[in-house]
């Protein structure tokens, strides 16, 4: 195709008169020829790009309009929210107050669970030992262990961590702090980036609560420990 247009070019620096002859072109018919040339060839070059410099140029007021919307939403709500979130497929992230810290409900499970996974990788077996539920492991709030009252259930800590997870079972995370330990699974969250995502108590103690030692995190830790 360029090759073609290169020969074409060179020549059309003449014409041919009525007679045969060779004549030149006049120096103004030469420029426009050129400058018509220069056109298809940037037209040529330039036209595959263009849709995805479009696509380009819709993602990015997509991703202002969603940033503002967000801002929009925190603005508007009457308490204090905080917002991270990243585009798996682009790595954009998006982030509205990502640095604040926020007590931390069901969320701090999560770190639980992946120190138990990096632990089983380390000693095989660990996640089919056997804890006992006693009445003193027993707790209240979400969970259905809390209602297996014969005194002689025994599970594994996998089981555990199951019920912790799919049922947000009190009980269950109770039993893997223990096991874990609340210094080793702020560790897990230090090693990922989320330093200032902390376990510092057991689920449902409210003397604890009213004292302000809360379970800890911030948007930005959450993403990272979810990414």
Same mark, same amino acid.
Do not use: C, W
């Given at each position: 195709?360029?090759?073609? @247009?290169?020969?074409?070019? #060179? #020549?059309?620096?003449?014409? =041919? ?22 056109? /298809? @060839?940037? @037209? ?11 696509? *380009?140029?819709?993602? /990015? ?17 009457? %308490? @204090?929210?905080? &917002?991270?979130?990243?585009?798996? $497929? #682009? ?24 120190? !138990? ?19 003193? &492991? ?9 209602? !297996? =009252?014969? %005194?002689? =259930? ?11 997870? &799919?049922?947000? *079972?009190? $009980? ?36 604890? #609560? ?7 995190? =911030?948007?930005?830790?959450? /993403?990272?420990?979810?990414?």
């Amino acid at each position: 195709m360029l090759s073609e @247009v290169a020969i074409a070019a #060179s #020549s059309s620096a003449s014409s =041919t008169s009525p007679g045969g002859t060779m004549t030149p072109l006049l120096p103004h018919r030469i420029l426009a020829f050129r400058m018509a040339l220069g056109l /298809a @060839v940037s @037209v040529l070059f330039l036209s595959p790009a263009s849709p995805l410099s479009a696509q *380009d140029e819709h993602l /990015a007021l997509l991703r202002g309009k969603l940033q503002a919307e967000l801002e929009r939403i925190v603005d508007g709500y009457e %308490g @204090v929210a905080g &917002v991270h979130i990243i585009d798996l $497929t #682009s790595g954009d992230r998006f982030r509205v107050n990502d640095e604040l810290l926020f007590p931390q409900a069901s969320a701090i499970k999560i770190p639980i669970l992946l120190e !138990l996974f990096r632990r089983a990788e380390e000693e095989p077996g660990l996640l089919r030992r056997r804890i006992d539920m006693t009445d003193e &492991v027993r707790t209240g709030g979400s969970g259905v262990l809390l209602h !297996l =009252t014969d %005194g002689g =259930t025994s599970l594994s800590l996998e089981d555990y961590a199951i019920y912790m997870i &799919v049922y947000s *079972d009190n $009980t269950g995370t109770n039993v893997l702090i223990d096991e874990m330990g609340m210094d080793e699974v702020n560790a897990l969250s230090a090693s990922l980036g989320a330093e200032h995502t902390l376990l510092q108590r057991k689920m449902i103690q409210p003397e604890e #609560s009213a004292r302000g030692n809360e379970n800890l995190s =911030t948007p930005r830790d959450a /993403a990272l420990i979810m990414e």
